[in-house]
């Protein structure tokens, strides 16, 4: 396994830098920073150019410039790397500290959020094979797969947040949207669950029908202006959580696993007074920290007591159940903030922004407000990111599944008599997840590099808008300290994507062989 490592790194390593090398070079070639002050009529011109031309080390050719650069990047191993400076006068290590957490809070939860939707609704296309789930979600997947992103973006500046605010002066859904909204919901559970057109029918009226119920009454008591959960709604959610969550882990046939998450269900409702308590007179990221780790140790101990063999799948339950549990809390607290975020003058019942990071005007030291203004500037890009990234692995998810179902080893694991849920979830999911893995992997190192075209129409300022400015302004040094970044964590990705694989499958042994 060392060995395996070390010779993966020897060659990553060399990668790394004979791409950089490569830009580096193609990038000085390509412009002339100089271009504009040799135009200049500025008296001072001859020494404005000397003085770039220093600063910049324009007058080493580009080859023996690369490795300048390189020495400095190479302090990185004695805890002192130097990215070197940037044209307006900063250090390069902090333009990027500042616009790594920006890019970071931009792109990781949509790259989430598509993994997750788009691996489950890639398994229920799979296992709902030529239904009208199937060609539906195939049609939604090719269509947002050939969408520009800013094109996607525009709509929902138009529609989520042009016209929700709009909507928010008067929160009275139309009977005709009430209608629409009960037929999606008919339409999408119905394919869902499939089965026989009576089952179909009953799925689809009893959807419609508390969708239609659901929108009626938020419509009615003005939920819009002034959301909330509650503990009632909470708990009756945790309950639902915590059978569908053993349903899929393992199976309701498992009483204990079943106990467990009902306990840690019921936990929620003893738990959200105090719960409220604490976020009212202690807010802030730590308190809410300390809560999750005290509601996974409690979890554990859940678990462990209700489970006298094969206790790992059953704590795993337990914990799941727990942490989902207790986001309704939070989400429920963040529904409580909504109205005081909307009444304050710099939101003016306009909660949902289409530019920025955060609310310049807003001035509130309660830490509720705050955090709900940056997710609101957060909703937009996460939900365009999104829908762009899940279709991907909606396609890649169902056509690997599909062929896992056609393997031998599934047709002899159906004839032993195990449930359809172990055999999808115990043995063909896990093969399934071999070949994603390199993907979401890929994806996630991804992260840093940015959404260029997103950051832009949304106007936020973080590595895709600093590799547009080096790219743009011949910046050498502000590109290539993007560069090492994106680039040195795509090559640490193969490298795990590789560890993974023997994770993931027995068979495959890592350094073995030639």
């Given at each position: 396994?060392?060995?395996?490592?070390?010779?993966?790194?020897?060659?990553?390593?060399?990668?790394?830098?004979?791409?950089?090398?490569?830009?580096?070079?193609?990038?000085?070639?390509?412009?002339?920073?100089?271009?504009?002050?040799?135009?200049?009529?500025?008296?001072?011109?001859?020494?404005?150019?000397?003085?770039?031309?220093?600063?910049?080390?324009?007058?080493?050719?580009?080859?023996?410039?690369?490795?300048?650069?390189?020495?400095?990047?190479?302090?990185?191993?004695?805890?002192?790397?130097?990215?070197?400076?940037?044209?307006?006068?900063?250090?390069?290590?902090?333009?990027?500290?500042?616009?790594?957490?920006?890019?970071?809070?931009?792109?990781?939860?949509?790259?989430?959020?598509?993994?997750?939707?788009?691996?489950?609704?890639?398994?229920?296309?799979?296992?709902?094979?030529?239904?009208?789930?199937?060609?539906?979600?195939?049609?939604v997947s090719f269509l947002m797969f050939s969408l520009p992103i800013f094109w996607v973006a525009v709509l929902l500046k138009e529609y989520l947040a042009i016209s929700f605010n709009n909507f928010l002066r008067e929160p009275n859904v139309p009977i005709g949207w009430i209608i629409?909204?009960?037929?999606?919901?008919?339409?999408?559970?119905?394919?869902?669950?499939?089965?026989?057109?009576?089952?179909?029918?009953?799925?689809?009226?009893?959807?419609?029908?508390?969708?239609?119920?659901?929108?009626?009454?938020?419509?009615?008591?003005?939920?819009?202006?002034?959301?909330?959960?509650?503990?009632?709604?909470?708990?009756?959610?945790?309950?639902?959580?915590?059978?569908?969550?053993?349903?899929?882990?393992?199976?309701?046939?498992?009483?204990?696993?079943?106990?467990?998450?009902?306990?840690?269900?019921?936990?929620?409702?003893?738990?959200?007074?105090?719960?409220?308590?604490?976020?009212?007179?202690?807010p802030g990221s730590l308190s809410v920290f300390i809560m999750a780790c005290v509601t996974i140790t409690i979890a554990v101990f859940v678990g462990l007591s209700f489970s006298k063999i094969d206790r790992a799948p059953i704590v795993r339950t337990t914990i799941i159940t727990a942490?989902?549990?207790?986001?309704?809390?939070?989400?429920?607290?963040?529904?409580?903030?909504?109205?005081?975020?909307?009444?304050?003058?710099?939101?003016?019942?306009?909660?949902?922004?289409?530019?920025?990071?955060?609310?310049?005007?807003?001035?509130?030291?309660?830490?509720?407000?705050?955090?709900?203004?940056?997710?609101?500037?957060?909703?937009?890009?996460?939900?365009?990111?999104?829908?762009?990234?899940?279709?991907?692995?909606?396609?890649?998810?169902?056509?690997?599944?599909?062929?896992?179902?056609?393997?031998?080893?599934?047709?002899?694991?159906?004839?032993?008599?195990?449930?359809?849920?172990?055999?999808?979830?115990?043995?063909?999911?896990?093969?399934?997840?071999?070949?994603?893995?390199?993907?979401?992997?890929?994806?996630?190192?991804?992260?840093?590099?940015?959404?260029?075209?997103?950051?832009?129409?949304?106007?936020?300022?973080?590595?895709?808008?600093?590799?547009?400015?080096?790219?743009?302004?011949?910046?050498?040094?502000?590109?290539?300290?993007?560069?090492?970044?994106?680039?040195?964590?795509?090559?640490?990705?193969?490298?795990?994507?590789?560890?993974?694989?023997?994770?993931?499958?027995?068979?495959?042994?890592?350094?073995?062989?030639?």
């Open positions: 396994m060392l060995a395996f490592i070390m010779r993966r790194l020897g060659i990553l390593s060399v990668i790394l830098f004979g791409s950089s090398f490569i830009l580096y070079n193609m990038a000085a070639i390509s412009g002339d920073p100089l271009a504009d002050l040799k135009l200049s009529t500025d008296p001072n011109r001859d020494f404005l150019v000397a003085s770039l031309t220093r600063e910049l080390q324009l007058d080493v050719p580009p080859p023996a410039r690369y490795f300048l650069w390189l020495k400095g990047i190479f302090g990185i191993f004695i805890g002192k790397p130097d990215f070197g400076m940037s044209r307006d006068g900063s250090t390069v290590a902090h333009s990027l500290a500042l616009a790594i957490p920006v890019t970071i809070r931009l792109v990781l939860a949509a790259t989430i959020f598509a993994i997750v939707l788009g691996i489950a609704i890639g398994i229920v296309t799979a296992l709902r094979q030529y239904s009208r789930f199937d060609y539906s979600m195939t049609f629409g909204l009960a037929i999606f919901s008919g339409v999408f559970w119905a394919s869902v669950i499939g089965g026989s057109r009576k089952t179909f029918w009953t799925a689809f009226g009893a959807a419609a029908g508390i969708a239609a119920t659901i929108v009626s009454v938020f419509s009615l008591s003005g939920w819009f202006l002034n959301p909330g959960l509650g503990p009632i709604i909470i708990t009756g959610m945790s309950v639902g959580i915590a059978y569908g969550v053993t349903q899929l882990s393992v199976g309701l046939i498992n009483k204990a696993a079943l106990k467990a998450s009902l306990t840690m269900a019921g936990l929620s409702l003893v738990a959200y007074y105090p719960a409220q308590w604490v976020f009212d007179k202690h942490v989902l549990s207790a986001g309704l809390v939070v989400v429920d607290k963040f529904m409580q903030t909504w109205k005081p975020y909307m009444e304050t003058d710099a939101i003016n019942y306009r909660p949902v922004p289409t530019i920025g990071q955060r609310s310049d005007l807003l001035d509130s030291p309660d830490y509720w407000i705050k955090s709900l203004d940056i997710a609101t500037h957060l909703f937009l890009p996460t939900v365009a990111l999104t829908l762009i990234s899940f279709a991907g692995y909606i396609r890649y998810s169902r056509g690997t599944l599909l062929e896992v179902l056609n393997q031998d080893y599934i047709r002899t694991a159906r004839a032993k008599g195990l449930t359809e849920r172990t055999v999808i979830m115990r043995h063909a999911f896990r093969n399934t997840m071999i070949p994603l893995t390199t993907i979401m992997v890929v994806d996630f190192a991804g992260v840093i590099g940015g959404a260029l075209i997103t950051e832009s129409v949304f106007g936020w300022s973080g590595m895709g808008t600093l590799f547009r400015q080096g790219l743009l302004g011949y910046d050498l040094n502000l590109l290539m300290g993007v560069f090492f970044i994106t680039a040195s964590l795509s090559v640490i990705a193969n490298l795990v994507a590789d560890l993974l694989y023997s994770a993931l499958d027995p068979r495959i042994r890592v350094g073995g062989g030639a």
